[in-house]
């Protein structure tokens, strides 16, 4: 999944450098030589993150990130500041104004390189709960975005998980300025701690005597309870490996001793500003909504609601030029099942296929109860060759486990057809990329049922 990266420097030597070093990590790379002209290119929304350089001619790199940061239509744009300068108060300067990261040149590849991948993978996690808020702002709701730029990041509840007294003894009295902190001492029931504490950031040591800081990071990854909790790793400077390690397995940000306080407060605010953007956005879509565009009996999204998103999903893929799959589903003979166990028998069926497609399909996926027994799946950046994939497992696993019916009185074997099609031409209207699914659906049934037919077959 390549991310667009906006370069931002006055001096064309360096912009080459840059380009150069990301083009060979396959991002793909477009440029800005002053930050008017970063301005514009954020405003088309035409990047995934922005390298900016501090010092140039017509407007600094700290005003450009506070005007980023202060419009709502770029404020979840992620900013790397990328300069010379060095000093801790201008680490904490760039913060301030809204940087998710600032980068001393000369730069590492390795650390520019991990450091723009962990936060373009954020990004695009946070791009889809956006784009499924846009789809409820349309329908009245409003977004969260004002909202989170007005956010001082400040009275979070804050885990700090650190073993050596010496150092939490300093760092918790300087969080505790702003937030309100727990310390947890004991790495081994830190995981418990934060699961059940609902806190907004976790602060964790790589030093830790008698157990690996990173395993600790990874395992509060897995954890459902802890999975979208911001973490800031604290380390030494001899510990730059472990650090990139951390941030391939999901660690947020973080901070090398000595600690500067200012520093250390700026990087919390901005950790914490983030994880309530993305609460927010989860609540728009989850809870102001629900009623309005799910499907009431199977808990996916229904026919109002797929129609709105998939037409914003459409026009993000013909933008990046990135393929777009629809995949169509009709659960065979199910008037038969209607006929034979009755409407609660068969309402038992599309309860259980729902939660069978929602175990088939990724997080970004869109998965629609159309109407009736025939169902949606939208799949972003996905050939035709790999939603067939999908479709031939989805298939089996409806294929290949009885379906329990009348409170489990009675097992039925329930076979499903699918027809697939994918975006073709940019700005085709999506209704034609839906009839091509409802034809090939159609030839899939015409067959003879329980198969999958394409529609470039």
């Not at 409820?136 to 956010?151: H, K, L, S, W």
């Not at 109002?304 to 065979?332: F, N, V």
């Not at 629609?368 to 950046?381: A, H, K, L, N, T």
């Amino acid at each position: 999944m390549s991310a667009r990266v906006l370069v931002v420097d006055d001096i064309p030597a360096n912009v080459k450098l840059l380009e150069a070093r990301l083009s060979a990590e396959y991002f793909d790379v477009i440029t800005a030589c002053n930050g008017t002209q970063a301005l514009e290119i954020c405003s088309r929304a035409e990047c995934d993150i922005i390298l900016l350089d501090v010092m140039m001619p017509d407007i600094d790199g700290f005003e450009v990130c506070r005007r980023l940061k202060a419009n709502p239509a770029t404020h979840f744009i992620p900013v790397v500041m990328v300069t010379a300068l060095d000093s801790p108060a201008d680490r904490v300067r760039g913060l301030e104004a809204g940087a998710d990261d600032f980068l001393t040149k000369p730069v590492s590849d390795i650390v520019l390189i991990a450091r723009v991948r962990s936060l373009t993978r954020l990004k695009m996690m946070t791009d889809e709960l956006r784009m499924r808020a846009i789809t409820t702002m349309e329908m009245g709701v409003q977004a969260p975005e004002r909202r989170a730029v007005n956010d001082l990041g400040t009275g979070g509840r804050v885990l700090l998980v650190d073993d050596r007294p010496s150092s939490y003894e300093r760092l918790a009295p300087v969080l505790s300025t702003e937030h309100t902190v727990d310390v947890e001492p004991n790495p081994a029931e830190a995981l418990f701690h934060a699961a059940e504490g609902n806190y907004d950031l976790l602060i964790v040591s790589l030093g830790l005597e008698n157990y690996d800081g990173l395993r600790l990071c990874s395992q509060a990854r897995s954890l459902e309870r802890t999975r979208a909790v911001p973490i800031l790793a604290i380390a030494d400077a001899a510990d730059n490996t472990r650090l990139l390690r951390g941030l391939e397995i999901g660690v947020n940000d973080y901070l090398l001793r000595p600690v500067d306080k200012n520093e250390l407060l700026a990087r919390a605010r901005t950790q914490i500003r983030k994880r309530r953007y993305a609460e927010h956005l989860r609540d728009n879509v989850q809870n102001s909504i629900e009623m309005a565009v799910t499907d009431a009996l199977t808990g996916l999204h229904n026919r109002r609601y797929m129609e709105s998103h998939l037409g914003t999903l459409a026009e993000q893929a013909a933008a990046r030029g990135k393929p777009l799959a629809l995949m169509m589903l009709d659960i065979d003979f199910f008037k038969k099942i209607n006929d034979t166990y009755g409407h609660d028998g068969g309402d038992d069926v599309l309860r259980e296929f729902a939660l069978r497609i929602k175990k088939s399909i990724r997080g970004i996926d869109l998965a629609c109860r159309y109407g009736g027994e025939e169902f949606v799946i939208v799949m972003p950046e996905t050939d035709l060759h790999v939603a067939g994939m999908v479709a031939e497992r989805l298939r089996r696993s409806i294929a290949g486990e009885p379906f329990t019916v009348n409170k489990g009185l009675k097992r039925l074997d329930v076979t499903i057809s699918i027809g697939l099609s994918t975006l073709e031409i940019k700005g085709e209207p999506v209704a034609d990329v839906l009839k091509r699914a409802d034809v090939a659906l159609y030839r899939a049934k015409h067959d003879g049922r329980n198969r999958v037919v394409s529609a470039a077959a």
